[in-house]
């Protein structure tokens, strides 16, 4: 079936330093998405990307969408403590026949920043 | 976007038993959805909830164990049934983006946090 996966699973950070998690897509995507989920809390939506090659900026985030559209990472420069979290990605997968868009979630990245 | 809330936000619950789960939304929403997410795992889909009609469930889930009801565009509710220690996760109702540009984006209530004896 279709896997999405995320690496590393988990990355210790000092504050300040840059951090970056990939996703890889068994299948070819229609957009990526990324979420961030708080320790105890939810996933909230953080940014949607559609078109190959695309690469969206959001203050110290920066989103890549690869040109074969099956890989997206995300960059995160100078970590605060307050980036600590788990970083899915999700993948928006066209079903044919009618049948209703697949989202998949990613395994996860899991960020720890040391102050 | 929409404000969704979840009730209980978190139980124990005894093996055996049921527990239903309510998903509320401020606003009338197409696509609702139920996930289950276990401890420091990802998000596994269970069933997108259609409004008048049974729930859509994914692989692995069944309509016995999670019987989902969506009466109407604001309200949805899961039953975890004859629950067992495997099911002491987090349940998640999300629903989809309110625009067409984030209609397939989803957002999240803050979850139910079921912990089985």
């Known amino acids: 079936g279709q896997q999405v996966m995320q690496i590393p699973q988990y990355q210790h950070v000092q504050e300040g330093e840059d951090f970056t998690t990939y996703c890889n897509s068994s299948?070819?995507?229609?957009?990526i998405q990324w979420y961030k989920q708080r320790p105890g809390g939810h996933p909230v939506f953080l940014i949607q990307?559609?078109?190959?090659?695309e690469v969206k900026k959001q203050k110290r985030l920066t989103f890549q969408f690869g040109e074969a559209k099956k890989n997206s990472s995300l960059h995160i420069t100078a970590t605060q403590t307050t980036d600590v979290g788990t970083y899915f990605c999700?993948?928006?997968?066209?079903?044919?026949?009618?049948?209703?868009?697949?989202?998949?979630f990613g395994t996860g990245t899991l960020l720890a920043v040391q102050p | 976007s929409a404000v969704i809330s979840q009730k209980p936000s978190r139980d124990i619950c005894q093996r055996g038993t049921s527990l239903t789960i309510q998903c509320q939304v401020d606003?009338?929403?197409?696509?609702m959805f139920w996930y289950r997410q276990q401890p420091g795992q990802s998000l596994t889909l269970i069933a997108t909830?259609?409004?008048?009609?049974?729930?859509?469930?994914e692989s692995g889930f069944v309509i016995d164990k999670f019987p989902i009801s969506r009466p109407n565009l604001t309200f949805s509710t899961l039953t975890v049934s004859n629950m067992s220690p495997e099911d002491s996760s987090i349940y998640l109702c999300?629903?989809?983006?309110?625009?067409?540009?984030?209609?397939?984006?989803?957002?999240f209530g803050p979850g139910t946090r079921l912990l089985v004896l």
């Open positions: 999300s629903v989809a983006g309110d625009t067409t540009l984030l209609q397939e984006t989803q957002y």
């Open positions: 299948t070819t995507l229609s957009n």
């Open positions: 990307l559609v078109k190959s090659g």
């Open positions: 999700a993948g928006l997968i066209s079903l044919k026949g009618g049948a209703t868009n697949k989202l998949i």
């Open positions: 606003s009338q929403v197409t696509m």
């Open positions: 909830a259609n409004q008048g009609s049974e729930a859509t469930y």
